[in-house]
């Protein structure tokens, strides 16, 4: 049983990975599964929000209830997501859970390319957009959507997870407690907000989302009673 917490709120969440072409046939990509992404958004639908999920390429089933766009590159998962919060109605929350490649290619070839002889192809990368970040900074106004963001730091995450949840500018961040969570079924994770931190120790991903969609439930009635 889960409490309907989120009960007609509006959440929007980024999972899984990106696919940077390198030409039609290849490209370069990371070992995000998307599990906890899905989790959340599984959660918040068994919570009663209205969920649309902007997915890169997973080999998960959309959870029952929720709204899906296949992306696969970066910059399409900043057009779905920019196309999503400028839709009416507004969206309460953004969960910026992907993965997403930190460059792209910048000379990706419009045709497979050859092998040719002895040469091989020069890729030339450029940066891609924060996603979160962006989103983050036009909340500074309205303060909504509320934007949690997510902190895979292999060390110091306590000090680091604070730093990180200052510099992209959100209210919560998330950080995975290691080792390594890609495609785990199972993580530990940390939530960092404007009061410190919190320990949610380790469980199922399922498990995790649902409890932190009952604390991110819990700030969203503190922001409205503000
Ligand atoms: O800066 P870093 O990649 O460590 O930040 C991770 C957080 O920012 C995650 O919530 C991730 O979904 C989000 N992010 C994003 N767009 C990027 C890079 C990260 O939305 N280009």
Not at 38 to 50: M, Q, T, V
Not at 77 to 87: G, T
Not at 118 to 141: C, G, R, W, Y
Request: proline share 5%; with cysteine; glycine share 8%.
């Amino acid at each position: 049983f889960q409490a309907k917490v989120l009960y007609g709120k509006r959440v929007l969440i980024t999972a899984g990975p990106t696919y940077e072409a390198i030409d039609p046939v290849r490209g370069i990509t990371n070992l995000s599964s998307g599990k906890m992404g899905y989790a959340i958004a599984r959660a918040a639908r068994e919570a009663g929000a209205e969920v649309t999920l902007v997915s890169g390429p997973t080999a998960l089933a959309t959870p029952h209830g929720v709204r899906r766009i296949d992306v696969q590159s970066a910059q399409q998962m900043l057009q779905a997501v920019q196309a999503v919060l400028n839709d009416a109605p507004a969206q309460h929350v953004f969960v910026a859970v992907a993965a997403v490649a930190d460059w792209r290619v910048e000379n990706a070839s419009a045709h497979k390319i050859k092998k040719d002889g002895s040469a091989m192809p020069e890729l030339k990368f450029a940066p891609n957009p924060d996603i979160l970040a962006q989103v983050a900074a036009t909340t500074s106004l309205s303060g909504w959507p509320y934007c949690v963001g997510f902190a895979a730091e292999s060390e110091n995450l306590i000090e680091y997870g604070a730093a990180k949840r200052e510099k992209k500018g959100i209210p919560l961040l998330v950080g995975n407690i290691g080792p390594q969570t890609f495609g785990q079924d199972e993580n530990a994770i940390v939530l960092f907000d404007e009061s410190g931190h919190t320990v949610l120790p380790r469980a199922s991903k399922l498990e995790l989302a649902r409890q932190l969609v009952s604390e991110i439930a819990k700030r969203l009635e503190r922001r409205s009673l503000l």
